[in-house]
């Protein structure tokens, strides 16, 4: 099998890629109930099957401004030892099948961030489709990688 | 069987108890030879014949043959344990008992030889090789993950399963306008709380399932330590839920080992310092609001909070000007860091610096609080608070700055509603802080939305708004919110850990709206806002009975002064004046004459459904009842202070003057008939009943004053 099944995503102007497999499912227009004092990226919180959800603002990671209108959530599952979290965009246009080889490491030239969120690129013919890895978007990671807003607590502690 | 072992070294001569555990090992080693497992039938045999030897009295009960039986015990779990695992006894072929059944031979014959020759002495060789620290903390893992419950309570639980199944069935075919869809949500609303009622039910387990643990692990310990230590317990009949009792375990046991490591000193010490030679260490459990509380009591050394500064600030964790702004209370929670240890030398059992740091980590992370409560000479508390379930607690739901927030009603005190026309004048100012006057007090507030840098809905002093008093972990202030929603019943669901480190949420719910509250983590929303923590007014120490001296120290407190029916000599015409501790009064009440009735010659008083004898020193009630016009009395009502149970008193007085602070004088040898009390620079005579009140709860008095 040479081809895998992409998930197409449209954030800002970028188009984004996630295997499909990695994907538990895909939830219509939902706001999530913002939780004060948190990081930038971490849009809030939604109740999902009986658990509480923390949702990732994929806007806030490229550093766009938050909008208003009908958006998507994608859920993934946790592994191992993970949690569940789910990752809001503008819109999901679709499943394509790629050719595994159409996939381009990050090139050496990227920033940080692009660098940490990124996993390489697929080669279409209207453009390039960035490939996303849920386990790299994970909140607990980004927490760690501390390259990502600060939260409010550190930028309140400024303020004083 | 632990527990008879236990009980035995307390009471020798119990026969009874010998034969139980006689039993327990015979019926051991009848089932396991019927079973084919040699290994294990020979070393039961082996202590079975040695159990039957002390049955017989042919054996003194002694310190090493305990231990002797505690390491039997021991072989025969493990044992086990093996078979749990492999389902052979076994997992090597060299594995054997015969050391440990050499051991209980010896002990055997070795102690008929004592008996015959030396009645008081052990033979040579025989010295108890006091049990290892690794054995005392193996636990079976498998016991955990099993229940009992009661077939009663399985068989109700399905019954509520199936009603609920019906009503579903209902509720599907009917409409919401349908005529009788009220009536199915109601049943499905009682079904529902029944089935977590017994669900509930079916989860709670007495703590004493948890204490029976201890016994031999502080027997052990003592050994090790070269203490002398009793264990006792109160409220072992607490019911906890099943996994917060799994959740308690360690940080309980952490605390006990700590308490006869650190805390109880060793003998001649003890007596040294005018104590027992045996310490105790006091394990117990109770409900109180909404939460379970577990206290670890031992009437050791205590903690220098002096030497816990200079530690704090030897190990950097503070500047000598932060240790000196410590209040006592926040000073002994220093304990609880990370990388703390008061202990002078690191022994084996705890000191090691990791310790009570991961008691609070493990309490917090079900919800609970620890705290700490210490006084140098007189010992240490351990205080353990745990919700009584982890899944649902009742909550008040807030609105703030347009968000939904629920505030857990363990730690709500009261409401306080603050109308728009009030709202300016309500809110004081002192430096930055603002403050609201409650009743007598001054309530440090904390404006909700603020803290979170939420968008403020108003502008403050414009609008109407709530304030909610609340209290937890000695941090009392008012939370300010902009509107209240009805109370709730809030199914508790953890967040992601990313969320939990903002550290004023611990957790969120999904409320009957659908949308999502936060919980606010009280004690913690408080600390951040910066409201510090007042010491706790009651002292915890006292419930250990200590035999230190205590009249010696010079106590203040409140005191109640009144005139009392007596006439004083110099006082002409009035009563004399005497202190009443105020601890000792419940309430003063106006009590029309007419409502006080006579039983059998002696006055007596309905008071709260309650039949409560007045004392009527002088005759008051009499010469009032001559007097016109005088249609009330006043009247003290008392706890009797030595009676077990709170009994009641109601103390007839011509009229009470006033409340304020006094000195109880030293006991004078002459004139020990009265106890004086020094009160505004005037000495007055305490009523003779309640002065031991004062003295007996010096560590109360001191910590009020202070």
Same mark, same amino acid.
């Given at each position: 099998m040479n081809t895998v099944s992409i998930c197409s995503l449209r954030v800002g102007d970028g188009l984004f890629g996630i295997d499909t497999r990695q994907i538990r499912e895909v939830l219509g227009t939902i706001r999530p109930q913002r939780v004060p004092l948190a990081p930038e990226y971490i849009a809030g919180v939604m109740p999902y099957r009986g658990e509480v959800l923390t949702t990732v603002c994929f806007r806030a990671l490229l550093g766009l401004k938050s909008r208003i209108g009908s958006n998507c959530i994608l859920v993934f599952d946790g592994e191992q030892n993970e949690e569940r979290f789910g990752l809001i965009v503008d819109g999901v246009s679709g499943v394509i099948a790629l050719q595994r080889d159409s996939l381009e490491a990050n090139p050496s030239g990227l920033d940080a961030r692009s660098m940490e969120l990124f996993d390489g690129a697929y080669k279409l013919l209207s453009g390039l489709m960035v490939r996303l890895d849920p386990s790299r978007l994970r909140p607990s990671r980004l927490a760690e990688s501390r390259l990502f807003g600060r939260s409010m607590q550190e930028k309140q502690g400024e303020q004083r | 069987m632990e527990r008879c072992l236990t009980e035995l070294e307390k009471r020798p001569g119990d026969s009874e108890l010998v034969s139980e555990v006689f039993r327990a090992v015979h019926t051991i080693k009848g089932t396991t030879g019927f079973l084919g497992y040699n290994r294990l039938e020979r070393l039961a045999h082996a202590g079975e014949s040695l159990l039957g030897a002390l049955r017989d009295g042919k054996l003194a009960v002694t310190n090493e043959l305990i231990s002797g039986l505690l390491r039997l015990m021991d072989g025969l779990h493990s044992i086990l344990q093996t078979i749990e695992k492999t389902g052979t006894e076994s997992e090597q072929a060299t594995d054997n008992d015969d050391a440990l059944i050499a051991q209980l031979l010896q002990l055997k014959d070795g102690e008929f030889v004592a008996k015959e020759a030396y009645p008081l002495h052990n033979p040579e060789g025989q010295k108890p090789k006091p049990t290892s620290h690794q054995d005392v903390t193996t636990v079976s893992s498998t016991h955990d993950k099993t229940l009992r419950i009661d077939v009663e309570v399985l068989n109700r639980m399905m019954n509520q399963v199936g009603e609920l199944v019906l009503t579903r069935n209902q509720i599907l075919r009917s409409t919401p306008g349908a005529a009788d869809f009220p009536e199915l949500a109601r049943r499905l609303d009682n079904v529902t709380a029944e089935l977590r009622e017994s669900v509930m039910r079916a989860r709670m387990q007495p703590m004493g399932h948890l204490f029976s643990k201890f016994p031999r692990m502080v027997r052990d310990l003592a050994i090790t330590c070269g203490r002398q230590v009793r264990i006792e317990f109160e409220g072992q009949e607490t019911g906890l839920d099943k996994s917060l009792l799994e959740a308690v375990r360690d940080p309980l046991t952490h605390a006990v080992r700590n308490a006869i490591d650190h805390g109880i000193e060793p003998p001649e010490e003890r007596l040294k310092a005018g104590k027992p030679a045996e310490g105790v260490v006091l394990l117990r459990a109770f409900h109180k609001s909404g939460s379970v509380v577990i206290e670890v009591i031992d009437d050791g050394a205590g903690i220098? %909070?002096?030497?816990?500064?200079?530690?704090?600030? *030897?190990? =950097?964790?503070? %500047?000598s000007e932060q240790a000196d702004e410590m209040s006592e209370h926040e000073a002994l929670q220093m304990i609880f860091m990370t990388g703390f240890s008061t202990a002078k030398q690191v022994t084996n059992i705890s000191g090691r610096g990791i310790g009570m740091d991961v008691v609070r980590a493990n309490v917090e992370m079900v919800g609970g609080s620890v705290e700490l409560e210490s006084a140098v000479g007189l010992g240490t508390a351990v205080r353990m608070r745990v919700p009584l379930t982890l899944a649902i607690v009742p909550a008040l739901v807030v609105r703030s700055g347009g968000q939904c927030f629920a505030l857990p009603q363990s730690s709500l005190v009261e409401l306080v509603y603050v109308p728009q026309r009030e709202a300016e004048q309500a809110v004081e100012r002192m430096g930055t802080t603002q403050l609201y006057r409650l009743r007598k007090g001054l309530l440090p507030l904390v404006w909700l939305d603020r803290l979170l840098g939420l968008e403020p809905s108003a502008d403050t002093g414009k609008a109407d708004f709530y304030i909610a008093v609340v209290e937890s972990d000695g941090r009392r202030y008012g939370l300010v919110t902009d509107d209240l929603n009805a109370p709730e019943e809030i199914v508790v669901k953890p967040l992601s850990a990313e969320?939990? &480190?903002?550290?004023?949420?611990? +957790?969120?719910t999904v409320l009957g709206n659908g949308t999502l509250a936060l919980i606010l983590d009280i004690a913690a929303t408080g600390a951040r806002a910066g409201v510090r923590q007042v010491a706790e007014e009651v002292g915890v120490v006292d419930a250990v009975q200590t $035999?230190? *001296? #205590?009249? $010696?120290?010079?106590?203040?407190?409140?005191?109640?002064?009144? *005139?009392? =029916?007596?006439?004083?000599? #110099? &006082? +002409? +015409?009035? +009563?004399e004046q005497m202190a009443m501790p105020l601890s000792a009064v419940e309430r003063i009440e106006s009590v029309p004459l007419s409502e006080i009735e006579y039983a059998g010659g002696r006055a007596v008083l309905q008071y709260r459904e309650e039949l409560i004898p007045l004392e009527d020193e002088g005759d008051v009630l009499h010469e009032m009842r001559a007097k016109e016009g005088s249609a009330t009395a006043t009247v003290l009502i008392c706890l009797r202070p030595k009676a077990q149970t709170a009994t009641r008193v109601a103390m007839v007085v011509r009229r009470v003057l006033d409340v304020s602070m006094g000195k109880l004088l030293a006991t004078d040898a002459a004139a020990c008939e009265q106890q004086l009390a020094m009160v505004n620079h005037r000495v007055k005579t305490v009523h003779r009943e309640y002065a031991q009140t004062i003295a007996s709860t010096p560590a109360t008095v001191l910590r009020e004053v202070a």
């Open positions: - | 220098s %909070t002096s030497c816990v500064r200079t530690k704090a600030v *030897e190990r =950097g964790l503070l %500047t969320l939990r &480190d903002i550290g004023i949420f611990s +957790g969120a $035999q230190a *001296e #205590t009249a $010696q120290i010079v106590m203040e407190s409140s005191m109640v002064i009144y *005139e009392s =029916g007596m006439r004083g000599p #110099t &006082d +002409g +015409g009035n +009563g």
